[in-house]
């Protein structure tokens, strides 16, 4: 919704009611009294959380080279790979020192700076690249995801992005369950090897973003999904033979993902550089929704496919990383 409507009035307008919805949700969640009140605030929040990650892609396209959008979004993204880490520390602290309406309290309290913090921003979607305000055009809006989804050079980097996020959902999702439910490891060894492979994922990204203006960005996208790759078919062989043991598979699934940043950074900008100027907010929309949305596909493949070993999640891991290096491989 949000995408294309950002495409007409321009990025400020909806970036302002969202965050404004989001604040409202996370104080409706504060003070809910059942769990279907919560559960209603939780969507109205979402509604209104995803607005800003979404529009502050679209917003850097709208001022920068596809270079320059890579090198902003490897920075932006080095920050969304530690705040898994430091997210439940904050939240943990809070619910023990007072009680869990705090930490929708403290959410509502930082949504609202943030939302101060917005008029501050200028405008980056100038009126000649917008899409005419009109009925005719409001009814026809969503028509423009259709336009992008027969645009194969844009598609082929949003699969990419999007069948790599699932091998990483399949990671996230299905790392407990190996890791202390088979492997019998602690909550302490679990959160340690997790951290490990965030710490992976920054290093790379620091790496690529001090020499990304000499690399050729596609190339380094299929190579990341080449790397991930190989890795995902050692996986899948560890977990057959049971050759190294848990460290094996840790070992393992830190080098799977640690282009992650990496490609989803050079892949969303080689992506909306693919986009005419009008349709960069349906754009970032779309591949928003594709990427983050895909935990679905890998919990309820990891739901399905239930044998009590860890083959299912090697398998899932290595055939969405081998579909994301065709995609991007195919011409």
Not at 56 to 71: H, L
Request: proline share 4%; net charge positive.
């Amino acid at each position: 919704i949000w995408g294309p409507i950002s495409d007409m009035v321009g990025r400020k307008i909806p970036l302002y009611l969202g965050m404004l919805i989001f604040v409202i949700g996370t104080f409706g969640c504060a003070y809910s009294t059942s769990m279907t009140q919560l559960v209603t605030w939780r969507i109205i929040m979402a509604l209104g959380a995803c607005t800003a990650p979404m529009l502050a892609r679209a917003m850097i396209r709208d001022q920068y080279s596809p270079t320059r959008v890579a090198e902003i979004l490897l920075l932006l993204n080095i920050i969304l790979a530690i705040s898994p880490i430091l997210g439940p520390l904050l939240g943990s602290a809070i619910a023990a020192y007072f009680s869990w309406h705090a930490i929708f309290i403290y959410l509502a309290i930082v949504g609202f700076m943030f939302l101060l913090i917005s008029f501050t921003l200028p405008e980056t979607l100038t009126p000649t690249n917008r899409v005419p305000t009109s009925w005719h055009n409001l009814a026809k809006v969503f028509t423009v995801y259709a336009q992008l989804l027969g645009n194969w050079q844009y598609m082929r980097y949003v699969l990419t992005i999007t069948f790599l996020y699932i091998a990483n959902y399949t990671f996230i999702t299905g790392s407990p369950f190996v890791f202390i439910t088979y492997f019998g490891a602690s909550a302490v060894q679990f959160s340690l090897f997790f951290a490990a492979a965030v710490v992976g994922n920054v290093i790379l990204s620091l790496i690529i973003r001090n020499y990304i203006t000499k690399l050729d960005m596609h190339l380094v996208v299929k190579v990341c999904t080449l790397w991930a790759t190989f890795w995902g078919i050692v996986l899948v062989i560890i977990a057959q033979t049971g050759f190294g043991g848990m460290y094996a598979i840790i070992m393992t699934n830190i080098l799977h993902f640690a282009p992650t940043a990496v490609l989803s950074s050079l892949g969303t900008s080689l992506a909306l550089a693919k986009v005419k100027n009008d349709q960069v907010g349906a754009a970032t929309a779309l591949l928003s929704a594709l990427q983050y949305g895909s935990g679905i596909v890998s919990s309820t493949l990891l739901a399905l496919i239930v044998t009590g070993t860890i083959m299912p999640y090697a398998v899932i891991i290595l055939v969405f990383v081998s579909l994301s290096f065709l995609v991007v491989a195919k011409k």
